[in-house]
């Protein structure tokens, strides 16, 4: 594996550094007090086609594989956390689905206005009764005629308001199990679709989770995602397809709050001298930037994997689990490192020990990926 990355990814991720630094980054206390990203910092999102991340050039999109996607994420991820997820959602579990299953007519229904960041996308399967447990779906597609009539309801779906375009994953045989379910592309238009409870959340402000509710919601057969039955798989393949993604996304977080951190060790004087050289303090610091630097090469390894096509479900599982972990121990210490500046919600470090929470939970939790490590474990040893 080479772990230079190709000129036009260093130009990319160069503008994205530049962006979020000079741009987003000083609005970053404004999207947390006003639970709303500013759209001029969506527009300036637009422009630089950062919607358009995982979208072929054919379609609108940048067309650029797994590395240089993650390269782009590491930087986005050093900033607010729900600007992050906002564009992290919609390139990953909101669009990979179409740009992976989706037939010619749906591609070039959907894509360029995705691409554009004209129209959001969001990934619906998340129910009530079916987080951990995705198999136990109860919003159900019934066909009648040319449509599908949905009912039910999915809750904790991130990018739900702001969302257009939703990869929904509904039972249409209820004898069949997991080759009973189903994916469709829903739009926020249809007969029948609205966005229910809007939930508040311990973080990632700006970025908004909500109920979707189907009431004899009505989709064209033509939106089918995929072949029928093949939704619970198709899902499996989207949430694997992400981590990567999403691993980069926390490794730049990391990186932020061990940037932040050593800032702080070399200004903070107490007993004389700059805190970094009192060995408690210096050992923590030491500490965060071996794990971050061990995710670092994790993160690309995966992606590299993608890229070249390899089966990646145990390695992409492992990527979810560490790199989830290392963020939010990552983030403990920052908070302990920077002391009562690191507790009070004026400075960031306590903006980022909340949003790192939910990586433990979102997108899989982590002890669902040490089942599916476990299992291809088992699979490997047989």
């Avoid at 300036?44 to 650029?64: A, D, V």
């Avoid at 669009?95 to 894509?111: A, F, P, R, S």
Wanted: with cysteine; charged share 25%.
């Amino acid at each position: 594996m080479d772990f230079k990355l190709p000129e036009d990814i260093v130009f990319l991720k160069n503008n994205v550094r530049d962006f979020v630094q000079n741009e987003v980054e000083p609005v970053a206390m404004q999207i947390e007090k006003e639970n709303k990203i500013p759209e001029k910092i969506i527009e300036q999102s637009k422009e630089m086609g950062l919607f358009g991340l995982s979208i072929p050039e054919e379609y609108g999109g940048l067309g650029i594989g797994m590395v240089g996607k993650c390269a782009l994420y590491e930087e986005i991820g050093q900033t607010h956390n729900g600007y992050t997820t906002l564009i992290g959602a919609h390139t990953g579990i909101g669009t990979v689905g179409i740009v992976e299953m989706g037939n010619e007519e749906q591609k070039k229904k959907y894509l360029p206005d995705m691409a554009a960041g004209n129209r959001i996308g969001a990934f619906a399967l998340t129910e009530p009764e079916a987080g951990s447990n995705a198999v136990n779906l109860k919003t159900t597609a019934v066909k009648k005629g040319d449509k599908y009539i949905l009912n039910g309801t999915k809750h904790y779906i991130t990018n739900a308001v702001d969302g257009d375009v939703f990869t929904v994953m509904a039972v249409t045989d209820p004898e069949k199990g997991a080759k009973g379910i189903t994916s469709f592309i829903v739009e926020k238009g249809f007969p029948g679709f609205k966005i229910g409870y809007v939930e508040p959340k311990m973080g990632l402000r700006g970025s908004h989770s909500a109920e979707l509710v189907f009431e004899d919601c009505e989709v064209p057969e033509e939106n089918v995602l995929g072949e029928v039955g093949m939704g619970y798989i198709n899902a499996l393949k989207i949430l694997a397809n992400g981590r990567a993604g999403l691993a980069a996304r926390n490794l730049g977080s990391a990186q932020k709050l061990l940037d932040m951190s050593m800032q702080h060790v070399e200004e903070r004087i107490q007993f004389g001298v700059p805190i970094i050289e009192h060995q408690a303090v210096a050992h923590m610091v030491a500490e965060m930037a071996v794990e971050i630097e061990a995710l670092r090469a994790f993160t690309y390894k995966v992606a590299w994997m993608v890229d070249e096509g390899m089966k990646v479900i145990k390695e992409a599982a492992m990527l979810k689990l560490y790199g989830s972990e290392v963020y939010n121990r990552v983030a403990d210490k920052a908070v302990q490192v920077h002391g009562g500046i690191g507790y009070i919600s004026d400075f960031p470090i306590e903006r980022y020990f909340r949003d790192a929470r939910i990586t433990r939970i979102y997108e899989g939790t982590s002890e669902i990926q040490k089942n599916i490590i476990a299992n291809q474990l088992r699979k490997e040893y047989s």
